[in-house]
């Protein structure tokens, strides 16, 4: 398929490997009698668009190493009478991350009506020019370790003016041309980019600036830096907010006394803390008008810390150093991030705040379905998991929204059935699924492993501060899952097809690690159950592990027609439920003593339910074990007085597998009394639902939307995974899978 007709891809000279560089284009339009008008665009990294001054859009939607998606914007309503600017600003970012490839940048571009192309980059009809932007400081610290730079401006009345007047300051700059790249279709809707606006004023305050600590707080964007983790040095630095900030002391915090209007105005050594209602996602904006120099800090979180915004919570860098001159300036953010408060500091100077947005960056497709329970927290219950499933949908099924925007197995496995009840659609998931049948054997896994997060740069060393990272061998095991899932929901016979080199290729690879009984032990990487003690256990034979592979084996057997490897899989049950019971709880790990596998005596909750999930166990098999943990278990648990041998579980995934269970052996009333339990302080503080159940790190995490699953299925009888009106096929059995499933649908 042909995207472009003549455009080639550009960049300034030289330039495509630099990290952190932002490079306006523009071409300006003639009158244009004949429509439509649109821009066919594919970038690395990341562009916006404006045309005649308006706000068109953002992107790309990601894919993987060395294809690129192309987005398609129709430009017509935005034409004027006269000549008309199309302005693509782009950055590459050239760092390796979770969230974009480190690959060098380009932009590639073409304005057509109909067949006849209008503007190009390198190419028919008017040629884009390209010049080096200013207003965003290039040397600063990463955003975080997942994600790529923090944003930093340096703002007056003429710095926007290249995109909204044809006469406005522009300094072209050579450009090299470049070979077009593999191109894929966007496949994902686009975003409708809403405006959100703050709802209430908190807070008002005083700062005193004061000494920088003897020893400031570093994060590990700052100390980690190398050849795995790129990224500009602390030497380097021409702003350096993480740090400043710690000479920043809050010296009052008064409850605010009226309402929030606007214009709102700031002075020297003061903040004002806005509420935007919800956590949301999107793109930070501002109107200021400042009378003298001006630095003003934007702060922004997900909840409050002592009653004001911490913007290093999530080990994040939620500030924008913002540094204005006289004269009235807007502002929005090359980036997305998620908040739900916005504390703006001024340090040097004053400012008069006019205006403050965020355009919001989810997928509106999330709005097509309807929840109403007659139960009032049931029904906010249902809203805060689709709020949290609009930010983690946008391009990919996302872990966050805020700190990482990854795409993560096991997680995705909850996630992609959210997805399908509430757009109706499975093009998110498809986009994800691809991006990984079509990603290369990356050089810095193991041949067969597939990435625990992907599109993404997997280096070498201590990425996320945990020792050899590059892979979780578990999460390639959820995906497989997954697959069988996803056939279902979609009928996309062809996607299976394409992953079973992959399939095959990973399963040899665990084939390696097989020990005398045929289990796992001893797997390489980053062995990964879930956030809790169940991590701690996880050398020599992993239970909870072995029982995902089996249930990984006897899914990839079914959907490839593969009797082997169900045969194995029900070998390795049988194995497991000898080997690993108690006599009242399954284990969570054996080790070898002189040349005999042992159980261990560790027990986790989460262990319990792995053993149930996935059919190595049934309350016809282990009756008092399953009674034991559907009376004793789960969020009213005093883990202290209760089964204290038990480790607890954790969100991801013993809180789901648990609401799951309690499902199939016909609790659902349980599963929606412990559902409010587990979420409702969530709903009540954010909006949206978290990756832990405390706020320590991210509240709106993508898996945590599975609770519409678990809602509608209790309250309606509805399957996720069917097309809305109909009915499917029977599903072909699933041992020890879904022994009770309600095959009703709405």
């Known amino acids: 398929m042909s995207y472009f007709r003549t455009a080639r891809p550009v960049w300034p000279e030289g330039r495509a490997t630099e990290m952190n560089q932002h490079v306006g284009f523009r071409a300006v339009l003639p009158p244009i009698e004949v429509g439509p008008v649109v821009l066919h665009v594919a970038a690395s990294s990341v562009y916006r668009v404006h045309v005649g001054g308006d706000f068109v859009g953002h992107g790309p ?35 390796n991350s979770y969230y974009l490839l480190d690959q060098p940048a380009f932009l590639l571009a073409e304005v057509r009506a109909g067949d006849a192309v209008l503007a190009s980059t390198a190419g028919a009809g008017i040629r884009f020019e390209a010049t080096l932007l200013h207003d965003h400081v290039q040397r600063v610290e990463r955003y975080s370790v997942a994600r790529t730079f923090s944003e ?66 570093r994060d590990w964007t700052i100390t980690g830096l190398g050849p795995d983790l790129k990224g500009y040095r602390e030497e380097e630095f021409e702003v350096s907010p993480s740090l400043d900030w710690q000479a920043v002391r809050l010296v009052e915090i008064a409850p605010a006394s009226a309402p929030l209007a606007f214009p709102l105005d700031i002075p020297a050594q003061t903040f004002r803390l806005l509420d935007l209602g919800i956590n949301r996602t999107g793109f930070i904006g501002l109107r200021l008008r ?101 930010q983690n949908a946008l391009d990919l099924l996302m872990d966050c929204p805020s700190r990482e925007r990854a795409g993560w197995p096991c997680d995705s496995f909850f996630t ?124 020599g034979v992993n239970v909870p592990t072995n029982m995902l592979w089996a249930a990984a084996l006897d899914a990839a057997g079914r959907l490839y027609a593969e009797a082997a490897w169900c045969g194995e899989a029900q070998r390795l049950r049988e194995t497991i439920a000898a080997q690993a019971f108690d006599g009242a709880f399954f284990v969570d790990q054996a080790l070898h003593e002189d040349g005999v596998l042992q159980r261990t005596e560790h027990s986790t909750e989460t262990c ?22 559907r009376r004793d278990f789960g969020p009213a648990r005093d883990a202290e007085r209760v089964h204290p041998d038990v480790h607890p579980a954790a969100m991801l995934n013993g809180y789901f597998l648990r609401l799951e269970l309690l499902g199939r052996y016909g609790h659902g009333h349980q599963a929606l009394d412990e559902a409010l339990a587990y979420f409702e302080p969530m709903v009540e503080a954010t909006g ?47 041992t020890g899978r879904g022994s009770k499933r309600d095959d009703s649908h709405t």
Request: glycine share 8%; proline share 8%.
């Open 61 to 95: 939607a990601r894919g993987p190493h060395g294809r690129f998606r192309v987005d398609a914007w129709d430009l017509t309503e935005h034409l004027g009478d006269g000549d008309t600017l199309v302005a693509v600003e782009v950055v590459g970012y050239n760092v």
């Open 688 to 734: 949206t639902l978290w990756e832990h159940a405390a706020p320590s790190a991210s509240c709106c995490h993508g898996f945590a939307s599975h609770v519409v699953v678990t809602l509608c299925r209790h309250v309606f009888g509805t399957r996720e995974g069917c097309n809305p009106g109909t009915r499917t096929k029977a599903a072909l059995p699933r």
């Open 416 to 539: 992609a059935r959210a997805a399908r009840l509430l757009t109706g659609s499975t093009s998110v998931e498809e986009a994800f699924l691809e991006n990984y049948v079509l990603a290369p054997q990356l050089e810095s896994l193991p041949a067969g492993m597939l990435p625990m997060n992907y599109p993404a740069d997997h280096p070498n060393g201590d990425f996320l501060g945990v020792r050899d990272a590059q892979f979780i061998p578990n999460w390639p095991l959820w995906l497989v899952l997954q697959l069988e899932e996803y056939l279902e929901r979609s009928g996309d016979q062809a996607m299976i097809d394409a992953f079973a080199p992959k399939v095959r290729g990973l399963f040899a690879w665990f084939e390696r690690y097989r020990n005398e009984h045929g289990l796992l032990e001893d797997l390489p990487g980053w062995v990964f159950v879930e956030w809790s003690k169940a991590n701690e256990f996880v050398t």
């Open 290 to 390: 400042c009378a003298e120099p001006t630095r003003l800090y934007v702060l922004f979180d997900e909840i409050l810390t002592g009653g004001t915004v911490d913007p290093r919570r999530l080990r994040c860098l939620n500030i924008l150093d913002c540094r204005i001159e006289p004269g009235t300036v807007e502002v929005e953010t090359m980036e997305p991030y998620t908040l739900r408060y916005l504390q703006l500091v001024v340090l040097d100077g004053a400012c008069t705040v006019e205006a403050v947005r965020l355009r919001t960056y989810d997928n509106p497709e999330a709005d097509r379905a309807a929840f109403a329970s007659g139960d009032e927290r049931l029904d906010r219950l249902f809203e805060a998991g689709r709020e949290t499933l609009r």
């Open 152 to 217: 930093a401006f340096r703002l007056g009345p003429e710095s926007y003016r290249w995109r909204t007047d044809p006469a406005g300051p522009f300094e072209p700059v050579p450009c090299d041309i470049g070979a077009a790249p593999p191109l894929l279709p966007r496949r994902v809707p686009y975003p409708d980019f809403r405006i959100a606006e703050p709802e209430r004023l908190v807070a008002t305050g005083r700062i005193e600036r004061g000494e920088m600590p003897a020893e400031p707080y």
């Open 608 to 629: 319990q339910y792995y053993a149930f999930y996935f059919g190595v166990a049934s309350p016809e098999t282990h009756g008092a074990l399953w009674e034991m943990l």
